[in-house]
């Protein structure tokens, strides 16, 4: 078992952007990453045999680049066979609050911000993230940015850079964004500078200009039951050929909206994507598509609940995002893993067994096997583990042990 978690191993061709010291304490902040979910970096420093001094200079003074590790890092999960960068995959764009009021002073790098999740003001930066959804229904963390008020001139500039940055690094042939993105600027920047479709959340209150017609009327008037294509589990319109009025001054471009009313669900899925006609095949994929980006939102909380995001203690620019990039590293390393047991059916049981019993999980993912890990670093769980298998009559050869 421990060979299949021996990430040490997986990681030595990172090896070429640290000199040798530096490379053995980065070998032990991955693998505490890795195995501890609530950690110090007295833990980390335990676990690789150094100091906390040690730890602390890996992460705010010692030589090496974030950037060139996270291309090392899309390097390694790219040439797995299920997350090969294709025109065919799209890429989720959203954004979260960090929250930093209550561990350290940060000086000028936070400022207070509204976070969705505790519904109110607080003190802290922004963090943009990016996620690859594959043909194959694999998904992986493209890259992440530190919006800080004092670096950036607005919060508009930041993800014009980002989304361009987004775009350099993946095939995928269109962005997905949430209604909070309405933004015609960025979304024509998407278009015409970066010539990628986008796929946009609207509020039903919107008004849109149809084809050849000079006025304007809500989406809401659309919704009328004669004109709704009747589905299995709901109804949905499809309005082609229209202009959004907000963002005539911008973007002049038809698009097709699209309003998805599911079955017992009070309000309506409204979407836009930069298409003028589009069939009711395609309207339901555009849909499903949208739906399929929520997995962004479950990459933030497992990065924040099981890889310290909101808890580090490292206090420079420099250091945060170094920090920032282990722990998307390690993120992926669980991610290809979780491809690489699915595909050998005697391990795929063993952990689906585990997972059941001990986290009542009945699939396999990437935080359980976080959570797997975090259970065989401990002897007497071990143990445990190992008396639930004999109970359940299944034995592990010893190429896993």
Not at 45 to 64: E, G, M
Not at 372 to 398: A, R
């Amino acid at each position: 078992m421990k060979k299949v978690f021996n990430f040490k191993q997986q990681i030595k061709h990172f090896s070429q952007m640290f000199d040798k010291r530096t490379y053995k304490t980065f070998q032990g902040v991955v693998d505490g990453i890795a195995k501890l979910r609530n950690w110090t970096q007295a833990d980390l420093a335990c676990l690789s045999d150094k100091t906390v001094r040690q730890i602390q200079y890996f992460f705010d003074k010692a030589k090496w680049s974030f950037q060139q590790l996270n291309e090392f890092r899309l390097r390694f999960v790219r040439n797995k066979a299920d997350f090969r960068d294709r025109k065919s995959d799209f890429v989720a764009l959203d954004g979260s609050t960090m929250k930093k009021d209550s561990d350290a002073s940060f000086g000028n790098l936070v400022g207070y911000m509204y976070s969705n999740k505790d519904k109110k003001t607080v003190n802290g930066f922004h963090l943009y993230g990016a996620s690859v959804q594959t043909k194959t229904g694999r998904k992986y963390i493209l890259d992440f940015m530190l919006f800080f008020k004092e670096k950036w001139l607005s919060e508009f500039d930041a993800w014009i850079s980002f989304a361009t940055k987004v775009a350099a690094k993946s095939k995928a042939w269109i962005l997905v964004l949430d209604r909070g993105f309405r933004s015609k600027y960025l979304l024509a920047h998407i278009y015409h500078k970066l010539r990628r479709m986008f796929l946009v959340r609207l509020c039903a209150t919107q008004h849109v200009i149809c084809n050849g017609q000079k006025k304007s009327k809500s989406i809401k008037s659309f919704l009328a039951n004669k004109d709704a294509i009747q589905l299995e589990k709901g109804k949905i319109w499809i309005i082609e050929n229209i202009v959004i009025k907000a963002w005539k001054e911008v973007f002049k471009e038809p698009v097709t909206v699209i309003i998805y009313h599911a079955n017992g669900f009070k309000n309506p899925l409204t979407i836009c994507i930069s298409q003028a006609q589009m069939t009711l095949e395609e309207a339901i994929f555009f849909v499903n598509m949208y739906f399929r980006r929520w997995k962004i939102e479950q990459l933030f909380k497992e990065l924040k609940s099981y890889f310290r995001f909101e808890k580090f203690k490292v206090l420079s620019h420099e250091a945060i995002k170094k920090y920032l990039y282990i722990a998307i590293l390690v993120h992926t390393l669980f991610t290809t893993k979780e491809s690489e047991i699915e595909r050998i059916p005697i391990l795929k049981k063993v952990f689906l067994c585990i997972l059941k019993a001990k986290r009542n999980i009945k699939e396999i993912t990437a935080i359980g096997l976080k959570l797997v890990l975090e259970m065989l670093s401990f002897d007497t769980s071990l143990k445990s583990i190992m008396q639930l298998l004999q109970k359940k009559n299944l034995t592990l050869s010893y190429e896993f042990l």
